[in-house]
């Protein structure tokens, strides 16, 4: 095995873990949803930057899931699903970990579709590896 793909592996492993994070506060009604979205943005962009890195694409630090589509497209490499809606989960990795949404601001993403975005972008990035292993 190569570094890279271990590396890819373990970006995926970390995904997994922010992926759990989700699933579990998914059911808590109490649960804040800045909170769910921040371990979906966390489980999206690891699991992004895994595919990146087994690539060899060289990515910059950055929670821009955006400009991390782009690089995977720039690649020429097979983009997630889902790589459209990504971008709705770039305010939760870093602006609404400190601020609050203001009253005019659509309300945060309900939890079945962090669930549906992180899952569809994990079994992408998951087939991505195995297909070059």
Known sequence: ???QLDHANGLLTKARDDFFVVRRLAGEADAPGWVLGFHAEQAVEKALKAVLSNANVVY???????MLVEL???????????ADE???LVPYGVVLRYEELPD???PLCEPIWFIDI?????????ASLEQRD
């Open 60 to 66: 910059p630090r950055t929670h821009n899931l955006v």
């Open 72 to 82: 995977l497209r720039q690649a020429q490499q097979t983009l997630p699903p889902n």
């Open 1 to 3: 095995m190569n570094s």
């Open 118 to 126: 992180v899952e569809q972008t994990l079994a992408w990035a998951t």
């Open 86 to 88: 990504l971008g709705q």
């Open 104 to 106: 005019d601001d659509p």
